[in-house]
């Protein structure tokens, strides 16, 4: 991915840096792509592994934005409601392909489109779509070389707290 060419809205080619996206990159990647595109070889610092956003307000990276989004999503499973509706199993599937369209990271948003084909949103239940939101978590991670969670365990995790009171 070349950084500094994109299209101007007249078709030309434009000159303008344009900067990658953060959000498809994690910051180690995103660094040395930064750094091989502006032709600076220079070796990455020793601080590398530590906190790679020492200032806040910083774009999220792909991780970032990757455990914000499972969390936001398995806490919206943990309040869907227990017996839906026809009509809010219809608007939760239809948001789920939404998101699946506009996740800000093409190859993951691609991933999970193809989940989604595969295996569509189960909404008849709020169990049943926790369910399948951990399911497809656990694809994902197993992907990424993670452990997978214990679907058994995703009220405790994101909507009761731990069974052991530690949750306060």
């Known amino acids: 991915m ?98 699946s369209k506009y996740y800000p990271c093409d190859h993951c948003a691609e991933d999970f489109r193809r989940s989604i084909r595969e295996s569509p949103p189960e909404t008849t239940t709020r169990w049943g779509f926790s369910q399948w939101l951990c399911r497809m978590h656990n694809q994902v991670n197993k992907k990424l070389g993670k452990e997978e969670f214990d679907c058994n365990l995703v009220d405790q995790r994101w909507k009761d707290g731990w069974d052991d009171g530690s949750c306060g």
């Open 2 to 99: 070349n950084i500094f060419k994109d299209m101007e809205a007249n078709g030309k080619e434009s000159t303008q840096p344009k900067k990658p996206c953060r959000a498809c990159y994690d910051f180690k990647s995103w660094t040395k792509m930064q750094q091989n595109e502006l032709g600076n070889k220079s070796t990455p610092s020793s601080n590398e592994n530590q906190n790679p956003h020492p200032s806040a307000g910083c774009p999220l990276d792909k991780d970032e934005l990757g455990r914000n989004t499972w969390g936001f999503l398995h806490t919206m499973a943990a309040y869907f409601p227990d017996t839906p509706t026809a009509r809010e199993q219809k608007q939760m599937t239809y948001f789920m392909k939404l998101f």
